[in-house]
């Protein structure tokens, strides 16, 4: 017996020499490591373009704080793969939605980055109380005319929302006099970027020393136009499969208190989390509606949650 014990040690012994040889020949040297890791992953400095424009107006290039800016907010958001990629996914989704009431009110195409900036395109909550896509506060929801209480939130209506943050910008865009400078204030207020303007005695965004946030603003809006306007040049490769879907829906209308919505949704065969899902700005489980207004609620056309 202590014969086949120390018989099965040599043996076990052995394999174990065996399997430390193995691996040190397939370790990694610094050079094949280097070479490795070279050919697996690149990281380039990247070619700022001769022209950058935000809705028509030029971006100045030529002047080296912005040109060092904007290098910044294209590297930061083109190795932000992740996130780089979730948004081309979302903008094929929301863009048809958002575009067609930008163009109504005649604010340029470009404010749809915007949007992406300021919620990543999701119904996003700011520390500040900001909801939506549009990142809309209460006050100016409510002074543009959405209802905005626990039962119903408006801001979260992706439609209604983009009307009003039009009309926003186009006031903002009448007092300041130039869409560059109504972006901003989108972000800083009216009133904060009018103040700056006067305290600094300048007429333009990039001349103003402003906050962190402010004053990259307008060089993410850019960085997030150009990326997603050209994702090969920027290393982003994916197939229009891979990019998220709008589901088609219809309308029904409401004119009256929904006591469960639960109950409501399978009565188009749907569950209440999809129902949630395609109307976010029902923000209770039931519908007061003691003032019998009319809503419309959004249900997916039959086939796509099967």
Known sequence: MKI???????????????????????????????????????????????YLDFAGEAMPLNNPDIYERMDRELLVNTYWQSNGLLMFKRAKKYFPIIEPILAKHGIPDDFKYLAV?????????????????WQIMKTTGRENGLEINDNVDERYHLEKATEVACKYLKK???????????AAAYNAGNAGIARRLREQNVSDYYDLLLGEETGRYMFRIVALKEILSHPAKYGFNFR?????QNIPTYKVEVDTAVADFSTFAQDFNINYKILKLHNPWLREPHLNNKSRKLYHIEIPKEGYYQ
């Open 117 to 133: 900036i300021e919620s990543g395109l999701t119904n996003a909550v700011s520390p500040a109380g900001a909801r939506g896509v």
């Open 4 to 50: 086949v014990k120390n018989a099965l040690a040599f043996v076990g012994l052995l394999s174990l020499c065996g399997l430390f040889i193995f691996a040190l020949q397939d370790a990694p040297t610094d050079e094949n490591f280097e070479k490795k890791l070279i050919n697996d992953y690149n990281v380039y400095a990247l070619q700022i373009p001769d």
């Open 172 to 182: 903002s865009k009448e007092r300041l006099g130039s869409w560059t400078l109504a």
């Open 240 to 244: 229009d499969k891979d990019l998220y």
